[in-house]
């Protein structure tokens, strides 16, 4: 297909159908670069991990996240529509009562928000969330 | 009786807009408690003056539930960071008299419920004062020192510390008496269309609150949550600052902040939320 | 250099032994992400708060790497356990160099 003005507003109007329904398109290669050099390509399973995060964001600027990470050692938080995706690693020390963290995050598009866990025994849990930035209007 | 005119901004988003818009429309029927002390009112019967609003609501309950949690604690508030300044601020001496406002006014709990009747109508000066008039006219005649930028951090910080003293009392701004010509003016501005977009407060906050203007949801456009922390700016923002702000989103020249014709708009939209609480400094999106 | 960076927390006073207490902080910090451009163009550079720890009588609690993807004003909030009376030590660490240090105590019982 010839890339016409036309054209490209048909592609972005498909891609905000997809996106208002819940479907991202691919994309967040860098992210999975980072993760997959983090766990060194390990096998990641679905476990106690979890990340909240609002399903949709007033502002990109503030967005909370909790996240809980019972037996991890580290969970290392992505964006990964973000120009930079690492967001923040946590590391619980001995006197953390629980392993869950709250934080406020910057979210540059409707993305993933991806949480990845290292337990006590090696191994890595994953979780994620979709988050819909709004573009806003005039805040009021 | 509200009249509802749609605005058909973009009819290419249209299908994601009604979508949005079934699924909040209205504000929400949370309640607002700060520290679980203060029980804020966010909801109230429309002041006699206004003819085409039945129920008044706070901007926080146009918000998303996030952003209302964020009012909720002081902790989490970030504009007390600012409010906690001002404290400090309060305490310090500036100025040829060698005073600061605690000279004179003691603990800054001795402003309770300023905040709530300001705009307010000063006698000896014949003229409607802002909160920020009168703690200028302060440091000028007062402290003998500089007044401060209209809407610049100090001041709004000040603004910010005397108003959350006040929070919970229900805004009771005077609009009679000598008032009354002030508030006049105030209200032609707020029916009056500006700029290129050619559109009135009313056309956006009267007409149209509960509606999405893009995906924002328009609030009423009350100001008792002001100074407000915005998560767009992350600080405190003026009503003045808002003000300019709204009028040239419409694409027109606005007027400056402290100017004669927003503090007659700051007296009619103060009006407009006469017994909702005061909550600033509030959070907003 | 950053300026008006200046932080706060809120740890309660007093616990009974073995309690997890929530500990909130938050810290003014503007977190110059490095993505903004100035007026004229010119990238803004990267200024942030790098890291942020939290440790009782020397014992680490949390110790959180902090990327420009951490909002303006970073807060947090997490659990701690105390055996013991003592002091809460937090530590942010600032792009420039600065260290900005608050302490709290706890009464345990």
Known sequence: MELTRRNMMVLSSAALAASSIGVLPAMASLADEQIAELTGGAEMVEGELSISAPEIAENGNTVPIDISAPGAVMVAVFADGNPTPAVATFKFGPLAASHDASTRIRLAATQNVIAIAQMQDGTFQRASAEVKVTIGGCGG | MRTKTSMRLGVGLAA????????????????????????MITEAAAPDHMERVRTIYSGWRFRSDETQAVQMDDFDNPAMIWVDAAAEVWETADGTEGNSCASCHESVDSMEGVRAVYPKWNEAAGEVRTLEMQVNDCRENQMGAEPWKYDGGDMTNMVALISSVSRGLPVNVAIDGPAQSTWEQGKDLYYTRFGQLELSCANCHEDSYGLHIRSDHLSQGQINGFPTYRLKNTKLNSVHSRFKGCIRDTRAHTFAPGSPEFVALELYVASRGNGLSVEGPSVRN | MATGVK??????????????????????????SGQRKDDDGNIIPRSIINRFTADFNGQNVIDVTLEPAISTNPFFEFEAIVAETGTFTFTWYDDDGSVYEETKEIEVS
């Open chain 3, 7 to 32: 932080p706060r927390v809120k740890v309660p006073k007093t616990a009974s032994a073995g309690e997890a207490v929530t500990i909130k902080t938050l810290i003014s910090h503007k977190m110059e």
């Open chain 2, 16 to 39: 994601a807009s009604v979508f949005a818009m079934a699924a909040c429309a209205d504000p929400d029927d949370d309640q607002l408690v700060v520290n679980e002390e203060i029980e």
